[in-house]
């Protein structure tokens, strides 16, 4: 596994879902050209060059979010994804262009079982990611984002359960 250059940042953000495992979560989570379908404040996500869930592979990803002053800001960003691996379930990608500040970004998401849980397991899902200092965020402003934006993720896949996807909108 190759690993991300030293950068200004360095931040990590974990939750963990009591009723889901490792496997169920990931199930959700593997597809790197669908995360509108688990983060609720993308409107949209599509691959716009490679081959779908292979290295190499860039998505578009788009949609409303706070900005760090408290005010709705459409966003968007072309991702490349550097590694998958589905065994140990997780991905590794990077920020190629957007419209927030990025210079340089590494992240990676990924998920694995918990300690112990209810009666449909545990699991702990982990978002970190090295960076440069982003244009008009402070790192503290940035983390909280990844927290708020990885705790609407658990939600949201806590919420399928068996029950197919329920798809919101936050136009």
Known sequence: MEQE?????????????????ADQAWSLMK?????QKILPELQTCYKVEGVDGEPG????????????????????????????DPKNRFYRYEIVESNVGFRRYFGRL???EGGG??????CVIEWSYVADP????????????????????ARRIEGVGNKGWIIKSNI
């Open 5 to 21: 250059p030293k950068l200004g940042w360095e931040g990590k953000t974990t939750t963990t879902l009591s009723n889901t495992t």
């Open 31 to 35: 597809n790197f050209t669908d995360l």
């Open 57 to 84: 592979c860039v998505r578009y990803a788009a949609g409303k979010v706070l900005s760090p002053g408290g005010e709705k800001m459409f966003v968007w960003a072309k991702e490349r994804l550097i590694e998958t």
């Open 110 to 112: 990924g998920v694995e």
């Open 117 to 122: 849980g209810g009666d449909g397991g545990e």
């Open 134 to 153: 982003i244009e008009g965020w402070t790192k503290e402003e940035f983390d909280g984002f990844l927290r708020g934006g990885l705790k609407a993720m």
